[in-house]
């Protein structure tokens, strides 16, 4: 789960939760909202690892 949803963080790959505003702080003001947004759609698919990693593998394929 990349999204704790009670509350509202974001789980980065080190491991640390990011809130709203930690990631507004951080410098990154116009895409909070949109990444914030995103991983919540994701969380609300409840995919398991395979699931999320086919996810992510299609997207790569998809961009080049």
Do not use: K, W
């Amino acid at each position: 789960q990349y999204y704790d949803s009670d509350n509202e963080r974001l789980l980065m790959a080190t491991g640390i939760r990011l809130s709203r505003e930690d990631l507004s702080n951080s410098g990154l003001h116009e895409f909070v909202e949109p990444m914030v947004d995103f991983a919540r759609s994701m969380a609300e698919l409840r995919l398991d690892e395979v699931e999320y990693a086919l996810i992510i593998a299609l997207c790569i394929l998809a961009s080049g």
